[in-house]
C-alpha cells in the first residue's frame, strides 16, 4: 500500500508542476505571436528554452547548495513537472553541463551534438513518413 502511494505522490506533484509550465509556455508563445507575429514564434520558442534552462539549473544549484530540505516531490514538481512541460531543452542543458562538469568531456560532447544531430533526422524522417500519405491522394 506504501508503494502506491507514494506513485500517486510522486504522480501528482508532476502533474501540479507540469500545469504551470505548459500554460506558461502556450502564454508565452502567445503573446509573442500577437506581438511580433506569427511567423516569428520561434522567437517564444528560443526565449523559454533560454528561461527554461535557467530555471532548472537556479533551482538545482539552489537545491544542492543552500535549500538541502527540499522533499522528492517538490523536486520533482519544479524539475520534471514544471520544466518539463515549459521546455525540455533545460533538461538536455543540465544533462550536458552535468556530464561536462563530472570530467565526461566525450560523453557530454557526445550527447550535445548527438541530440542536436539526431533529433534534426527525427524531425526530418517525421516529416517525410508524415507526408507519404498525403502524396498519394
Known amino acids: 500500500m506504501q508503494n502506491t502511494y507514494s506513485f500517486f505522490r510522486i504522480v501528482t506533484a508532476i502533474a501540479l508542476g507540469a500545469i504551470p509550465g505548459s500554460i506558461s509556455r502556450y502564454l508565452i508563445t502567445e503573446f509573442t505571436k500577437a506581438i511580433i507575429g506569427k511567423d516569428f514564434s520561434y522567437y517564444a520558442t528560443f526565449f523559454i528554452n533560454i528561461t527554461g534552462c535557467f530555471i532548472i539549473a537556479l533551482f538545482y544549484t539552489l537545491n544542492e547548495h543552500k535549500f538541502k530540505n527540499i522533499t522528492p516531490e ?8 514544471f520544466c518539463g512541460a ?52
Request: net charge negative.
Open 74 to 81: 517538490i523536486k520533482l514538481m519544479v524539475a520534471t513537472g
Open 86 to 137: 515549459y521546455t525540455t531543452f533545460s533538461t538536455y542543458g543540465l544533462e550536458t553541463f552535468t556530464q561536462l562538469d563530472k570530467g565526461n568531456e566525450n560523453i557530454g560532447l557526445i550527447y550535445w551534438l548527438g541530440s542536436m544531430v539526431v533529433g534534426m533526422i527525427g524531425v526530418q524522417l517525421g516529416v517525410a513518413l508524415g507526408k507519404l500519405n498525403s502524396q498519394s491522394d
